[in-house]
């Protein structure tokens, strides 16, 4: 089972992290300035995951392929890791589709 962890970087911002069952990192948040803010980032994660219409594909300048999940407003709420391939990255889309609805939050 997947999850959330939680916590505050060097910077003060608030940001979690979705690491699936073997615990790799499969999505990472902006920076929050408020707790609350990203606990509605979460929840935000939590509806739209499991929508394929929410997820979008980049290729790097270093030509790895990734990923970002966006809200209903077209705002990016996650960003994944750089992946080695594109069948790489589909499988990382499909964690966080399996794995973000029903994450426990953890603080790190």
């Not at 960003?79 to 589909?90: G, H, I, L, P, W």
Request: net charge neutral.
């Amino acid at each position: 089972m997947g999850k959330f962890e939680v916590y505050k970087n060097k910077s003060g911002e608030f940001r979690f992290r979705l690491k699936a069952g073997n615990g790799q990192t499969i999505l990472a948040s902006e920076g929050y300035n408020t707790k609350a803010a990203r606990d509605n980032g979460i929840e935000s994660v939590r509806k739209n995951a499991p929508d394929e219409n929410r997820y979008t594909n980049g290729v790097s300048t270093s030509s790895q392929s990734y990923f970002n999940l966006t809200a209903t407003n077209g705002q990016v709420i996650g960003k994944s890791e750089m992946y080695e391939s594109e069948n790489a990255r589909d499988s990382g889309i499909q964690s966080v589709m399996k794995n973000a609805p029903d994450a426990e939050v953890v603080d790190s």
